[in-house]
């Protein structure tokens, strides 16, 4: 089916109108309503880029920097198809326009199984909601879409542009444009180099209607390792984040919130206030998930934390002080051990195929709650004046920061001026606007100065919107007739919503109801083959503040399912190896990655320890991308987990910068090991015990592990790179681990009973 000539049915009268507007084509992306700042002299030929007289080209980014090498990969989508020299090109962050807003993420965030992406009403629901994302224009940088969301209108804008360069010098020469070809920043008529910089003005006013993309095949900027454009100032220092921001007469602050969820501050000694210390303020909180607090506005920002130290803050009885991690734990194994729920996928009758087995292979896993912990602390500078509000912040969502500073001030949103930032990391953090409200709701107590909140490490830890908690059950019977293959596979999960409660707190009602994807995806939506299977997610309502944290359900998912098929393989007699790739007979893909790496690891059937170092692997496809990774592990003195080498394949289409993926790929191993070995925030007494990093401790130096990433060539579409190798890595060293002491771990973070095998 044509995704023109998808129609909605039985919608009555209303139906007649919601026809009418699917069968519009979509707006086009390449020229917005607000013009990008890309400097004194320089010429926008649409909305993703400009060119200097100089020849300098700026491409116009609308994806949050945050280390994932976002602008460069961006950058060579458009210089590939405008023929630009590397060497003049830059970056400056876009402005907020709906021709920017982000169609893949929501695309992606549909429940429906990859396999089911080419059914006809599958690809009519995409359709559909692609054009109301691109009507909505939600900026967003997250879900490992970045690329995909701008590989075709990234390279349409070089493209354009190419085309009317090309008209403007043909036009000169008085050749036709079939004459003219163009190569490193100039278009060549005859002998004749014309560079882009003197041929832009007049480009400016041509609107080309003939334009085409390359062939990938002929790439030549694309698929190369080129140097990170912000390698330089990162490496230098020079690099602008938001907490580097400085202006004239700015002031900074510090807040303190309740040491429990729901408490509220009742008295606080206003007498701090005087000399280097301006305002002392109480603070309702907002919808945007910031609490009631009590912020301190001085002239440095350790003048304003120590004044609120001495500022003896009371705080009510929270609501919720019974609550703590045992009780948290109780309510997901009882949620997860009964059936129920959300069924995000159902093949057969795995329920009767359980019943009439012989043996049926059971486990429980469970995963704890997760901070991000960015290297920047969580802040943003605000200026509130008569006329609106200026706004100097790293965001990953700056539609909605600007929208919470417009709520928070009761002003309109086009009196909002949001100067972006690079981001100190966000993993998810960095979507939630809670900070920015903050801080826009502190700077009104000062009119007309910047005030810049920063948050101490332990607001950051307890604070948080913290990764799930979550608990499964699953099951699994061996088919009698081929026990290479189970008969049946059925999961049940319980936790809470990640999305739900981010689509609340920013105001995208469009996703706070219906099933989250989110909560349960990475056992549904992988690519085995099972003859009966049901999957299926019960939603829990608890205090604790939840958000999305770096392959959102993935990250606890994969170890869950990964761990349990190695289970199943022992059950079996199986080596794990064998017995995955006998469930992806009709996944080529899934099944070259997976040999990839057991080939570049020197693969051990079974995971055999050689020299007390064993190995264990596993698979996982998230955000359209397929990544395998065999751990090698072994375990040091007083029983620490020793993980030495981590051998990754990846196929995530496309690639458009090698270097970049090898570089997402060792982050997202370091962050997962983090996470696998050490992450776990614990509650008690009604709110978060950890504070900073002796508590809540990320992978060292003296523990990383040597990393090894091949990436598998493509002629697909790129997919998502910056979370995809999360995920099997808790449960590749938990496999690794049961090879090796033959005990299986079934929550994390992995810590081995006394008297482990050393």
């Known amino acids: 089916m044509k995704r023109r000539t998808f129609l909605l049915a039985g919608l009555g009268a209303g139906g007649a109108l919601v026809l009418g507007w699917a069968l519009v084509p979509p707006r086009q992306r390449l020229r917005g309503a607000t013009t990008p700042e890309v400097g004194d002299g320089a010429i926008a030929l649409n909305g993703w880029l400009a060119i200097h007289p100089d020849g300098t080209v700026t491409v116009v980014s609308p994806k949050a920097e945050m280390g994932q090498g976002i602008h460069t990969a961006l950058a060579m989508l458009v210089a590939e198809e405008l023929d630009a020299d590397w060497a003049t090109v830059r970056v400056a962050h876009s402005p907020i326009d709906r021709i920017y807003g982000n169609i893949a993420v929501m695309v992606d965030g549909l429940p429906f199984h990859p ?149 509220v501050p009742t008295a606080f000694d206003r007498s701090v206030v005087g000399g280097p210390v301006h305002r002392i303020v109480a603070l309702d909180g907002s919808d945007h998930g910031d609490p009631a607090a009590v912020a301190v506005i001085a002239d440095t920002w350790w003048h304003a934390r120590q004044a609120l130290m001495r500022a003896n803050i009371t705080w009510s009885t929270s609501p919720h002080a019974a609550l703590d991690s045992a009780g948290i734990a109780a309510t997901l194994r009882a949620a997860a051990a009964e059936s129920g729920g959300m069924p995000f996928r159902s093949v057969g009758d795995a329920e009767a195929v359980l019943a009439a087995a012989d043996r049926v292979i059971e ?179 608890l205090p604790v503040p939840v958000g999305s944290w770096r392959s959102v359900g993935h990250s606890h998912q994969a170890f869950f399912l990964e761990s349990f098929l190695d289970e199943c393989a022992a059950a079996a007699g199986r080596d794990p190896l064998e017995f995955r790739l006998a469930h992806l007979t009709q996944h080529p893909r899934a099944a070259a990655v997976l040999r990839l790496a057991a080939e570049q690891a020197g693969w051990r059937p079974g995971g055999t320890p050689v020299d007390g170092v064993a190995q264990g692997l596993a698979l996982h496809w998230s955000f359209q991308s397929l990544v395998a990774e065999v751990a090698e592990v072994s375990i040091a003195a007083e029983g620490r987990i020793r993980v030495h080498r981590v051998v990754c394949a990846v196929d995530c289409g496309l690639p458009v910068h090698p270097d970049g993926i090898r570089q997402q790929v060792e982050g997202s191993v370091i962050f997962g090991l983090s996470a696998a070995l050490h992450g776990a925030i614990t509650i008690r007494d009604g709110g978060v015990t950890q504070g900073n990093f002796h508590e809540y401790p990320l992978l060292r130096f003296d523990e ?34 049961f090879a090796l002491t033959g005990t299986r771990l079934r929550s994390l973070p992995l810590r081995l009973p006394m008297g482990s095998a050393t």
């Open 363 to 541: 486990a429980a896993y469970e995963a704890p709650y997760l901070a991000h912990a960015p290297m920047e602390p969580m802040n943003a500078t605000v200026r509130v004046t008569t006329d609106g509000a200026e706004c100097w912040v790293g965001t990953q969502a700056p539609g909605f920061a600007r929208a919470a500073i417009a709520r928070v001030l009761d002003i309109d949103a086009a009196r909002v001026v949001l100067h972006q930032r690079t981001l100190g990391g966000g993993f998810g953090r960095r979507l939630e606007v809670d900070h920015i409200a903050q801080a826009a709701a502190i700077a009104r107590a000062m009119p007309d100065v910047p005030v810049q909140l920063i948050w101490a490490r332990e607001d950051d830890i307890r604070h948080d919107f913290h990764r799930p908690a979550a608990a499964t059950r699953l099951r699994a019977a061996i088919d009698p007739a081929n026990p290479t293959r189970l008969a049946a596979f059925v999961s049940h999960s319980a936790s809470q919503s990640p999305w739900k409660s981010y689509s609340r707190r920013v105001g995208l009602g469009l996703t706070a109801v219906g099933p989250d994807k989110t909560t349960a995806e990475g056992t549904w939506d992988q690519p085995y083959e099972f003859a009966a299977l049901r999957s299926s997610h019960a939603e829990v309502e």
């Open 115 to 263: 396999d089911q992406s080419e059914r006809p009403w599958v690809r009519g629901v995409k359709w559909l909601t692609a054009k109301t994302m691109r009507e909505m224009g939600v900026m967003i940088t997250g879900g490992s879409s970045s690329v995909r969301d701008c590989w075709t209108v990234a390279r349409e804008a070089g493209a354009t542009a190419r085309a009317a360069l090309i008209a403007e010098a043909a036009a000169r020469a008085g050749v036709d444009p079939t004459a003219c070809r163009t190569e490193r920043g100039a278009v060549l008529v005859g002998d004749r180099r014309i560079g882009y910089g003197d041929l832009v003005a007049g480009a400016a006013a041509r609107r080309p209607s003939n334009v085409s993309l390359k062939d990938p095949a002929t790439f030549t900027l694309v698929g190369r390792d080129v140097v990170r454009l912000d390698a330089y100032a990162k490496a230098h220092g020079t690099s602008q984040y938001g907490i580097d921001v400085r202006l004239p007469g700015m002031k900074y602050a510090a807040v303190a919130m309740a040491p429990a969820f729901g408490s």
């Open 704 to 737: 990383a592990p040597v990393i090894e990433t091949h990436i598998i060539p493509s002629a697909e579409p790129p997919s998502g790179i910056g979370e995809p190798a999360v995920p099997p890595v808790a449960p590749a060293v938990a496999n690794a681990l």
